[in-house]
C-alpha cells in the first residue's frame, strides 16, 4: 500500500509491479537479495537447506559453526560477526528467533523451498529436493564428526575401551564432566546434533532414491578407524544400556536402518554376518529391534542364523519384534522358518526373589497377547501348529484383560472356550478378572462392538 501513497506514483504501473501470487514474490526477493548480498549462493542456499530440512531448530551458531568446519571457508570467531553472515545469507524469508534459533518468517516460504507450490520446470529460485538436501546434510554432518572431535574425545584418556569415552550433551547422565571435557563441548556444540543425525538424513535421501555411493565410502571411512566407532557409540547412547561395546559397522548399519550401507558392508566380504557384540546380539538381532524389515530379509538371504538369542536376556528377534509391534519384521522371521513359540533361553540379570516367576521360557506370542498386539497375535497363531497353543494364547490375553485379542483368538478355526488350561477356562479367568467385555465377547457368536 506504500507504492501509492508514493509522490508521483501511477496506479497502472503499482499495480504492473505487484506479483502475480507468492511464488513469484518469493522468486523476486530471493533474487533481489542475492543481487544485494556480498554471500554466494551455494553458502545461502546451505544455509536455506539447514533450515528447512533439519530436523529440529538449529541456532545461528550451530549453523555457522558446521559450515566453518565443513567448507573450510575461514574462521569465524566473533559471535556478533557470525550472526551478521548468518543474517546476511538468509535473506529475507528467515529470522533469527529470541532464543538464537534461525526459522522460517512464514510457512508459505517453506512449501516454496521445497518445491510444494511449483512444478519442476517453473522458474525461480533452485527448489530444495528431499533428496539431494538430506544427502548433502547427511556428508555435512558425518565430515563435521571427523574434524577433529572424536580425535579429541579418545585423546583424553590412555586406556582406549568403550566405557572410557565421555557422553556428549546428555545432561541426565550420572558421569562426571572434567574440564577438559567441558572445553570440548564448547568448542564442539555441533556435536551431538551431528552424532545423533547423520543417519536420519542418510536414510531419508536413500529412500528418496538418492544414490549412496559417496555416502557409503564416507561411513567405510569413518567407521573402519574403530576408535571413532567406540566413541561415536559411546555419544550416541551414553552409559551403554543396549549398546556395550563389540559392535560391528554392520550392527551400526542394521541398527539404524541403513540398507544400502548394510548391503556395501556385506558386499566387501570383509565381515562375519552372525557377528556378536559383547551381548551376543547379532547385527538381525538389531535389525529386528528396530523394525527394519529389509535389511532383515538381507540378512537372512545371506546366512545369518534367524533364531540365535541374545546372552543377557536371552531374547531373540523374533521376541524384539513382536514386543516392538514390528509387524512385517514379525512375518519376515516366520516365514525364515523362526517358531512362533521359539523360547526366551535366559533368566533376565539382576537380583530376584526365589518364588518370582521365571521369565525363562516366554515367547513372542506372551509377549503379544500381554500387550494388546491383535493384528501380531494373528500373524503368530497363523504359524502354529498345535491348537493346545492357540488356547493357552486365549488364558494369556484373558489374563492380561486384552478384550480385542480375545475377539481375535476366539475367530481361530477349532478354538472352544470351554477348554481348560492350567485347570481353568478362559470365561473362568475373565470372571476373576471382572472383564466384561471378555465374559461377552466369550459368551457371543459375533464380536461384541463398544460404542
Not at 165 to 194: G, H, K, W
Amino acid at each position: 500500500m506504500n507504492a501509492f501513497l508514493e509522490p508521483g506514483a501511477s496506479i497502472r504501473g503499482v499495480l504492473r509491479d505487484i506479483p502475480a501470487d507468492l511464488n513469484v514474490m518469493y522468486t523476486n526477493l530471493l533474487r533481489e537479495h542475492a543481487r544485494i548480498s556480498c554471500v554466494n549462493d551455494d553458502f545461502r542456499l546451505l544455509i536455506l537447506q539447514w533450515v528447512t530440512r533439519g530436523t529440529c531448530l538449529l541456532r545461528w551458531i550451530q549453523i555457522a559453526e558446521i559450515i566453518d568446519v565443513t567448507n573450510h571457508e575461514g574462521t569465524l570467531t566473533d559471535l556478533k560477526a557470525v550472526k551478521e553472515i548468518v543474517r546476511q545469507s538468509s535473506g529475507p524469508l528467515l529470522e533469527i528467533l529470541p532464543n538464537e534459533a534461525v526459522s522460517v518468517v512464514h510457512h508459505p516460504s517453506t512449501e516454496y523451498l521445497k518445491g510444494c507450490t511449483r512444478s519442476d520446470m517453473a522458474s525461480g529460485y533452485p527448489i530444495l529436493r528431499l533428496g539431494s538436501s538430506h544427502k548433502r546434510l547427511a556428508l555435512a554432518c558425518i565430515a563435521y564428526m571427523q574434524a577433529g572431535c572424536l580425535d579429541e574425545l579418545r585423546s583424553k584418556k590412555t586406556k582406549k575401551t568403550y566405557h572410557d569415552y565421555v557422553p556428549l550433551d546428555f545432561p541426565n547422565t550420572p558421569q562426571l564432566c572434567s574440564e577438559d571435557q567441558l572445553q570440548i563441548r564448547l568448542r564442539y556444540s555441533f556435536m551431538f546434533y551431528a552424532s545423533n543425525n547423520w543417519y536420519v538424513y542418510v536414510a531419508r535421501c536413500e529412500h528418496a532414491g538418492e544414490d549412496q555411493t559417496e555416502i557409503n565410502l564416507v561411513l567405510h571411512n569413518l567407521f573402519c578407524n574403530e576408535q571413532h566407532r567406540l566413541v561415536w557409540l559411546q555419544v550416541f547412547e551414553p552409559g551403554g544400556k543396549d549398546a556395550g561395546g563389540g559392535e560391528t559397522t554392520l550392527h551400526i548399519a542394521s541398527r539404524l536402518g541403513l540398507k544400502s550401507f548394510a548391503r556395501s558392508i556385506l558386499e566387501s566380504g570383509h565381515i562375519e554376518v552372525n557377528a556378536h557384540d559383547v551381548h551376543g546380539k547379532s547385527a538381525l538381532w538389531w535389525a529386528a529391534r528396530s523394525g527394519h524389515t529389509k535389511i532383515g530379509r538381507l540378512l537372512i538371504n545371506v546366512g545369518a542364523d534367524p533364531d540365535e538369542p541374545d546372552n543377557l536376556h536371552g531374547l531373540k528377534p523374533l521376541h524384539r519384534a513382536a514386543s516392538n509391534g514390528h509387524f512385517e519384521t514379525v512375518l519376515a522371521l516366520l516365514e525364515a522358518g523362526v517358531d512362533s513359540l521359539t523360547p526366551k533361553t535366559r533368566e533376565n540379570p539382576g537380583r530376584r526373589c526365589g518364588n518370582a516367576p521365571t521369565t525363562r521360557g516366554e515367547t513372542a506370542l506372551m509377549y503379544t497377547c500381554r500387550n494388546g498386539h491383535a493384528d501380531m497375535v494373528h500373524i503368530l497363531l497363523l504359524f502354529l501348529k498345535e491348537l493346545d497353543d492357540v488356547h493357552r494364547a486365549l488364558i494369556w490375553a484373558t489374563d492380561s484383560r486384552q478384550p480385542e485379542v480375545v475377539e481375535r483368538i476366539l475367530q481361530h478355526p477349532g478354538i472352544d472356550v470351554n477348554v481348560k488350561v492350567y485347570g481353568d477356562t478362559s470365561v473362568f479367568r475373565a470372571c476373576e478378572t471382572h472383564s466384561v467385555e471378555i465374559v461377552a465377547a466369550s459368551l457371543t457368536p459375533e464380536p461384541i462392538q463398544t460404542f
